[in-house]
């Protein structure tokens, strides 16, 4: 048979759909990992209540465990599947992948997620109703779940970057998957900057407390910006093993913006020593505002572009180094029974495998040539590009200025030797080549 398993293409225009899975991650990491720092700073903070006989770090751990449960739970919880929906749509090949690789993995990290949702509604509702030693031994194991459910994943979107191991190619089995060598050192990255989370939100509510208890604020306020230090220490020492551990084709992408990138952390990391110094010697100036204030910063100087910097390092692919971001799979995985669709593409054409390309754009004409490359741009190009003149994505109007048809011709014929380790190889029958740059031509960037 002709045909290579396509699903039917997902066309987001100006934004294009990895900002969609961008937005969308933004939001769920910061949700989900102020959750799990949160559990094990819980556990740290009953440990010392218990201990220290601190009856009055309850109350503490009471707000914070509610704002959790409305913050984290209930947004973490929405935008999970919110992940599932974009990327299904964005990358279908990608997730199937996934699926494919990690089905168990995945099981038992749910099981691990509900232990973590019925636990956070007991740990704040029963709090003054059972004893002490239960809570406390509660926390424990509300803790162990919720790291649990990182260590879970994280092996799963390490996968997304590599496999790490050549192994897995020929064995195709998940454990081969999910220990690559970039599983751990992204592990403790993590939960690194879990601990900053949770440090950072807790000075939230630390110094909403200010009112009813100026000194115990303080206290806590302090403790949030030692909790935060050590965090920020973490994120960093474990940042640099994690960049040692990228594939090549990471590396390149890394390079391009390596500058910028370096310059835009220095700044952060400056910033936030100043602010979690601040609140170790000085934790009365933490206000509510300011502390609310910051963790905007962490979304928006923080998360994003760093969730950026790690969906652009896996470029040209979307998971395990054998599907490019274009859907097309790119190499035999035999132990998976996979194989390259490279050679049928460079035969046939695109038009002629993928199932769902309408009948009449099936054969190149004079007629349909610029419809048909239109549809073959979207196809190739559009998972890592903005089309239009005012795209924002990584957008072709930047990048293909002032080239005329032969010269998109020729640029895409260096695609089809695997001339940028960055972008797909692209080998496509000549007519098919002629219809893309007829169509981006036509553009007029
Ligand atoms: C897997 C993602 C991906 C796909 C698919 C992709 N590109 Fe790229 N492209 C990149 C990356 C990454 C860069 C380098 C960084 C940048 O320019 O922002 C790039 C850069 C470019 C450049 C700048 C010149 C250069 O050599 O770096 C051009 C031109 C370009 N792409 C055209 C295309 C065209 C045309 C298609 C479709 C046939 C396409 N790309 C498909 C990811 C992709």
Redesign the pocket.
């Given at each position: 048979m002709d045909i290579i398993g396509q699903f039917p293409l997902f066309y987001f225009p100006e934004y294009g759909s990895a900002w969609m899975m961008g937005m969308t991650g933004t939001i769920h990491i910061l949700a989900s990992h102020t959750s799990v720092g949160a559990a094990m700073l819980f556990a740290f903070l009953a440990y010392k209540a218990y201990k220290e006989d601190r009856s009055d770090l309850y109350p503490y751990m009471k707000r914070y465990g509610m704002f959790l449960l409305i913050f984290s739970y209930v947004i973490g919880s929405i935008t999970g599947p919110g992940i599932w929906y974009t990327a299904t749509a964005a990358s279908p090949r990608g997730i199937s992948a996934l699926i494919h690789n990690f089905v168990w993995v995945w099981a038992t990290e749910w099981v691990f997620f509900v232990y973590e949702v019925i636990g956070v509604f007991v740990l704040v509702y029963f709090m003054d109703k059972i004893d002490k030693k239960t809570h406390l031994k509660l926390t424990f194991s509300f803790a162990l779940a919720s790291v649990g459910t990182l260590a879970l994943i994280i092996g799963i979107i390490s996968f997304m970057m590599w496999p790490g191991t050549q192994a897995y190619y020929a064995t195709g089995s998940a454990s081969d998957a999910f220990f690559g060598t970039n599983t751990f050192p992204h592990m403790f990255l993590r939960i690194g900057f879990m601990i900053m989370l949770s440090g950072v939100i807790g000075m939230v509510i630390s110094s909403a407390i200010k009112k009813d208890n100026a000194e115990l604020s303080q206290e806590l306020t302090r403790k949030m910006g030692y909790v935060s230090m050590l965090g920020g220490f973490l994120v960093l020492f474990f940042f640099m093993w994690y960049m040692g551990t990228l594939p090549d084709n990471a590396h390149a992408?890394f390079n391009?913006?390596k500058a910028s990138v370096i310059q835009s952390r220095i700044i952060l990391t400056v910033v936030f020593s100043i602010y979690f110094l601040v609140a170790i010697v000085k934790p009365r100036f933490i206000s509510t505002p300011l502390a609310g204030l910051m963790i905007f910063v962490i979304l928006i100087a923080g998360i994003w572009p760093g969730e950026k910097l790690r969906e652009?390092m896996r470029?040209?692919?979307?998971a395990g180094q054998y599907i490019?971001?274009?859907q097309i799979i790119s190499r035999d995985v035999p132990g998976k029974g996979i194989k390259s669709e490279l050679p049928i593409i460079a035969e046939k054409g695109l038009l002629q495998v993928n199932p769902f390309i309408p009948e009449n754009l099936r054969v190149i004409t004079d007629e349909n040539k610029l419809e048909a490359g239109k549809l073959?741009?979207r196809m190739?190009?559009?998972?890592?590009?903005s089309l239009e003149k005012t795209g924002v994505f990584?957008p072709?109007k930047?990048?293909?200025a002032g080239?005329d048809k032969e010269g998109?011709v020729a640029?895409?014929q260096?695609?089809g030797e695997g001339?940028?380790p960055?972008?797909?190889t692209?080998k496509l029958p000549e007519q098919e080549y002629d219809a893309?740059a007829e169509y981006?031509a036509s553009l007029k960037y």
């Open positions: 992408v391009v913006t652009s470029k040209p692919y979307v490019y971001s274009n073959l741009t190739s190009c559009s998972n890592c590009h990584r072709l930047d990048r293909l080239f998109i640029f895409l260096v695609l001339g940028r960055y972008m797909p692209l893309i981006i």
